[in-house]
Nanobody, 115 residues
Framework: QAQLVESGGGSVQPGGSLRLSCAAS????????MGWYRQAPGKQRELVAA??????NYADSVKGRFTISRDNAKNTVYLQMNGLKPEDTAVYYC??????????WGQGIQVTVSS
């Protein structure tokens, strides 16, 4: 079972940057697909970015601005967010998914982009 703890959220002005981190417990971190999702008020949760052992994928709305990466030695996945826009405001959730080991969510962390 994986436990996920997000950090790094907060408030930033448009055009600014934030880096989210998600620390995972357990010894099989490298076997999970790791993802970042977000949910804005009144909207459904959506995939922002995901990383597997072979590659990454991004929502069209964040391509070229956000970068997902992982450090398997530290059991941590990151989301570097540059060029933030007000529409990026949401609660961001870390996700660990494996067809063998299960699907897990972090508690969520607030990101607010406002002038």
């Amino acid at each position: 079972q994986a436990q996920l703890v997000e950090s790094g959220g907060g408030s930033v002005q448009p055009g600014g940057s934030l880096r989210l981190s998600c620390a995972a417990s357990g010894s099989i971190f490298s076997r999970y697909t790791m993802g970042w999702y977000r949910q804005a008020p009144g909207k459904q949760r959506e995939l922002v970015a995901a990383i597997t052992r072979v590659g990454t994928n991004y929502a069209d709305s964040v391509k070229g601005r956000f970068t997902i990466s992982r450090d398997n030695a530290k059991n941590t996945v990151y989301l570097q967010m540059n060029g933030l826009k007000p529409e990026d405001t949401a609660v961001y959730y870390c996700n660990a998914n494996s067809p063998v080991y299960g699907n897990y969510w972090g508690q969520g962390i607030q990101v607010t982009v406002s002038s």
